[in-house]
């Protein structure tokens, strides 16, 4: 039985509403591999508090509207 991640994320989204962004174009944007962008957005990883803050940053929002405590 799985068991939801403690934290979840709008990644998908956010990337679709800035130009349809990909994965890779954001894992270069904040220096990190597109597998790992697609572990965090799949909630199989949870990112570290920098790269968290790097990822809103990119889309220009808070880190609320990104990522939300599930626990």
């Given at each position: 039985m799985s068991v939801a991640p403690?934290?979840?994320?709008q990644i998908r989204r956010l990337r679709?509403?800035?130009?349809?962004?990909?994965q890779a174009d954001l894992a270069q944007r904040i220096g990190m591999t597109r597998q790992t962008?697609?572990?965090?957005?799949?909630?199989?990883?949870s990112p570290s508090l920098e790269a968290a803050?790097?990822?809103?940053?990119?889309f220009g929002c808070g880190l609320?509207?990104?990522?939300q405590w599930q626990g």
């Open positions: 403690p934290i979840a994320n679709f509403e800035h130009g349809e962004m990909t962008i697609a572990a965090i957005e799949a909630g199989k990883y803050f790097r990822i809103a940053q990119v609320e509207e990104v990522f």
